[in-house]
């Protein structure tokens, strides 16, 4: 296992999983996390034999948004509010930097950072217990634009704005149809359902992988 707590990276077989394991917080994101979570991404792209990534949370949980002990400093300290703004632009760039497919396992809270970094991977599983919601308005805070960008270009102008517009959290049979994510299912089942996928894409080859 390799990065420090409290995200960590390791491989199983040809799957390299970056794991947000902060579940007393139900993973919210503070600034350092946000800033190493890129690194964590190239860092398990990195590792021999992975054909696949995941990025998942511990205990029912995935990213719940900002940590909420940083509001206040986000809100009136622009130059923390750009290091959060970086650390999630250089999350999407690594993601779309990969040469494998990612995939979100989403077990609980997909909320503000959590739907930026699910929107760029390239699969979404949920379970039952996920939630989805941009509530960056109603927090004061500012949403990224590379982040809207990619939630409109999976979900469409209209439904993405009003997201966004109104802050609305949606359960997961809403962004399952709405397809916001590819596969629901039950919160004992999420885990396995994410390995039938990964065990699918490790069995295509590695070239053809990487072009599609």
């Known amino acids: 296992m390799r990065g420090?707590?409290?995200?960590t990276v390791q491989a199983q077989d040809a799957v390299?999983?970056?794991?947000?394991?902060?579940?007393?917080?139900?993973?919210?994101m503070t600034r350092d996390m946000w800033l190493a979570l890129p690194v964590r991404i190239e860092e398990a792209a990195a590792i021999a034999g992975v054909r696949a990534i995941v990025i998942r949370g511990t205990e029912g949980n995935f990213i719940s948004g900002?940590?909420?002990?940083?509001f206040e400093q986000l809100r009136s300290d622009p130059s923390l509010a750009r290091e959060y703004?970086?650390?999630?632009?250089?999350?999407?760039?690594?993601?779309?930097?990969?040469?494998v497919p990612s995939i979100a396992e989403i077990g609980g809270p997909c909320v503000g950072?959590?739907?930026l970094v699910a929107s760029g991977c390239d699969l979404r599983v949920a379970s039952d217990a996920a939630s989805f919601g941009?509530?960056?308005?109603?927090l004061g805070l500012?949403?990224?634009?590379?982040?809207?960008?990619?939630i409109v270009a999976i979900l469409g102008e209209a439904r993405a704005l009003?997201?966004?517009?109104?802050?609305?959290?949606i359960d997961a049979e809403e962004a399952a149809r709405i397809g916001l994510v590819h596969t629901r299912t039950t919160v004992s089942d999420l885990t396995a359902t994410v390995r039938k996928l990964t065990d699918a894409i490790a069995a295509n080859a590695p070239l053809a992988l990487r072009y599609l």
């Open 66 to 70: 900002a940590d909420i002990k940083e």
């Open 113 to 115: 950072g959590g739907c």
């Open 142 to 150: 500012a949403y990224p634009y590379p982040a809207l960008e990619r």
């Open 162 to 169: 009003e997201l966004a517009l109104t802050g609305r959290v």
């Open 16 to 28: 390299g999983f970056v794991t947000i394991d902060r579940p007393e917080s139900r993973g919210a």
């Open 4 to 7: 420090s707590a409290p995200i």
């Open 134 to 138: 941009i509530p960056a308005g109603r």
């Open 85 to 99: 703004d970086r650390g999630a632009e250089s999350t999407l760039e690594a993601l779309a930097a990969l040469d």
